[in-house]
């Protein structure tokens, strides 16, 4: 990731916190640019979202338009494909756990500790994204080669129970 251009969304409606997130950035490898937009509320995120690209959304989930772990869907039905890092000032184990089930990347606590996790935190989410986007392209063209395959192909479970088939197998049988 040496000499690459992050592009980050924090949606954070307090000036202190986005400041805390531009100094701890700014501070951070020198390999890497952060370019770091804001938005005060999830409706002006959502717009941002749908209408520029970015590479990690770092989302309060408290609001003045949305609080709580539906910001997170709401952010995620925008459809960008940006990571998602819940950076909130809630230290709460069970909202943690429930936003990483939601699609959060990660949950972090606002705080002192910050400084040393969230560079962290974003190179790690970059890293599982780019690993996603390689495995689904990996999938894709697996999916190509069987559908087009001359012979009949199917997947079996260990019990033996088809669990995929190509055309050529349904033409066969």
Do not use: C
């Amino acid at each position: 990731m040496n000499n690459r251009k992050v592009n980050i969304l924090l949606v954070d409606d307090d000036p202190q916190d986005r400041r805390l997130v531009e100094v701890t950035l700014a501070s951070s490898n020198p390999h890497i640019q952060y370019n770091m937009e804001t938005a005060d509320t999830l409706s002006e995120a959502k717009r941002r979202l749908s209408n520029s690209s970015y590479d990690v959304l770092l989302l309060d989930l408290n609001l003045p338009d949305s609080s709580g772990i539906d910001t997170i869907q709401q952010a995620q039905d925008t459809n960008s494909d940006a990571s998602i890092v819940v950076l909130t000032g809630l230290d709460d184990e069970e909202m943690g756990l429930e936003a990483i089930r939601r699609g959060a990347e990660d949950y972090l606590i606002k705080g002192k500790s910050l400084e040393h996790i969230l560079v962290r935190t974003i190179r790690y989410s970059l890293e599982r994204k780019r690993v996603k986007k390689r495995l689904k392209e990996t999938e894709n063209r697996f999916r190509s080669v069987v559908q087009t395959a001359g012979s009949a192909i199917f997947v079996l479970s260990a019990e033996y129970r088809i669990l995929e088939w190509n055309e050529q197998a349904e033409h066969l049988y």
